[in-house]
């Protein structure tokens, strides 16, 4: 028979541990060109939207091959939102024309309509339940 205090101590611990682990994947099918860097940031909130220094993951990733496919890793339940995009010339920036229109290849999740300018977080989001692992295929604009 176990002790009564480690009894507590256990269940005390599976309380507080997480009960479930999601997993993001992203994937990338085509590109015009299998050249460059894949730039890419997701975000968990309206106010962190765009701001890069506020991503909650960010990384740059060479694109030799394609399908490329990232594993995001665990994340908690929620909503979030992707922007990538393809850094062709390896300047380690997305290159804008003079009326700010992207010249290198970009992307959010959902893939929502562009306009004028980026568009909102609530466009963009997309919901991770609990114990849910997604597979969110990216689809590059402007190629």
């Known amino acids: 028979m176990f002790p009564p205090f480690l009894l507590v101590f256990a269940l005390f611990f599976l309380c507080i541990s997480p009960i479930s682990a999601q997993q993001l994947i ?10 460059g860097q894949l730039y890419y940031a997701l975000y968990h909130s309206a106010q962190s ?5 506020l991503a909650l ?3 740059v990733v060479p694109l030799q091959k394609l399908p490329l496919r990232i594993d995001l ?4 339940p929620g ?5 990538f995009f393809q850094d062709l010339n390896q300047n ?3 290159d804008l024309n003079f009326w700010g ?3 290198e290849p970009y992307g959010f999740s959902n893939d929502p309509k562009i306009v004028a300018g980026p568009p909102s977080f609530k466009a963009a989001s997309f919901r991770l339940g609990p114990k849910e692992n997604k597979l969110l295929l990216l689809r590059l604009k402007n190629e």
């Open 26 to 35: 992203i994937q990338l099918e085509s590109a015009q060109k299998v050249e």
């Open 49 to 53: 939207f765009q701001k890069e220094e």
């Open 57 to 59: 993951k960010k990384a």
């Open 73 to 76: 890793g665990q994340l908690p």
């Open 79 to 83: 909503q979030y939102a992707l922007a």
């Open 92 to 94: 380690g920036q997305l």
């Open 101 to 103: 229109i992207p010249k």
